[in-house]
Structures are given as C-alpha cells and as structure tokens.
C-alpha cells in the first residue's frame, strides 16, 4: 500500500495530462462551464500533486520530469485553442510556446551532453505557470462570469513579463551550471582523477 502511495503524485500528474483532451474538446465545441470546470479541476491537480511530494517525500526523478511536462502539455494545448478561437492574442500564446520549447530543448541537450537535469523549478518559473494559470481562468470564466473579464489584460501582461523573465532565467541559470560541470569535468581529466558518481 505505501508502494502505492509513494505513485500518487505521478498518477495525478498523468490525470493532468489525459484531461488535456476533454478540455481541447469542450473548448472546440464552444462548451465554457464545461472548459471551465475541467480546466478548473487540471489547475487544481498541478497544486495538489506537487504538495503530496514535498509533504510525504514522494518525490522521485520521474515524478520532476512528469509534473513539467503535464503543466507544459495542458497550459499549451489551451494557449492554442483558445488562440485559435481568437479568444487569446496569438503573439501571446506563441510567446508561451516559444518559452516552452526553449525550455524543452535546452533539458534535452543538457540531459545528452551533460547529465540528469536537476529537477529545481525557479521561484519565477513557478510565478509564470500561477500566472498563465490565472489568465487562462479568466478567459475561459469571462464567457460565463462578466466582472471576471476585467482581470484579463492585467494577467496576460503579467503572463508576458513572467514568460520573458523565466525564460532568460532558465537559459542563464542552466547555462551556468553546464559551464561549471564542463569544468569540473575537464579539471577532473586534467588530473587523471575520476569523478565520483
């Protein structure tokens, strides 16, 4: 049982990424409280799944490349559907993208020429997916609740900001760390030493 227990993160992470369907569909239908309630309960998991992690120590490496990738899965394929219903202003939704394939591309080259990507998400990367969170609510809610409809110029400037910010945060910071491991690596070679695992 405690076997068990120690998935449930990852089993909501997976959740997460099978509700990326539902909501597409509600969305291309023209379905609102559907997308609403759906998107809503995703919005939800992403808290919940990383809180069991830290609370219990469930953590695992799989467990902090899943729960990335499903926010990025979820929060994209919403970008572009309510991009392309023009409900969302297509420089911004290719903005969320371009930050995330940057993201993406940059963990896989580290993860071939240097190692395991340490799964440490950035207090502004953490920011950024709150704030894409909030606007796309907004969107979705503003067909059924009108005062909500006032918050969305403010938080889709503050997604901009945030994706900006974040991404040049990621570049940089994992930038850093593949030049000190190339280093460390290259002292290590120097002395004919090996580098423990």
């Not at 919940?48 to 467990?63: H, I, N």
């Amino acid at each position: 049982m405690r076997r068990w227990l120690r998935q449930l993160p990852n089993i909501i992470s997976s959740i997460r990424i099978a509700l990326v369907v539902p909501i597409a569909l509600a969305l291309a239908h023209h379905r609102p409280l559907a997308t609403l309630w759906l998107f809503a309960v995703a919005a939800a998991s992403d808290g919940l799944d990383g809180f069991l992690a830290r609370r219990f120590g469930w953590q695992s490496e799989f467990g902090g490349v899943l729960d990335p990738v499903a926010d990025k899965v979820m929060l994209a394929t919403v970008f572009v559907m309510l991009a392309l219903l023009g409900n969302v202003p297509v420089w911004l939704a290719a903005a969320v993208i371009a930050r995330d394939s940057v993201i993406v591309f940059g963990a896989v080259s580290y993860r071939l020429l240097i190692g395991p990507v340490p799964a440490r998400p950035s207090r502004i990367s953490k920011l950024n997916t709150a704030c894409q969170i909030a606007f796309l609510l907004s969107v979705i809610g503003a067909q059924q609740i009108a005062w909500v409809s006032a918050g969305k110029l403010p938080l889709g400037a503050l997604v901009l900001v945030t994706v900006v910010v974040s991404g040049i945060d990621y570049v940089l910071v994992y930038g850093r760390q593949a030049a000190a491991e190339t280093r460390a690596r290259q002292e290590i070679a120097g002395t004919g030493r090996t580098k423990p695992v």
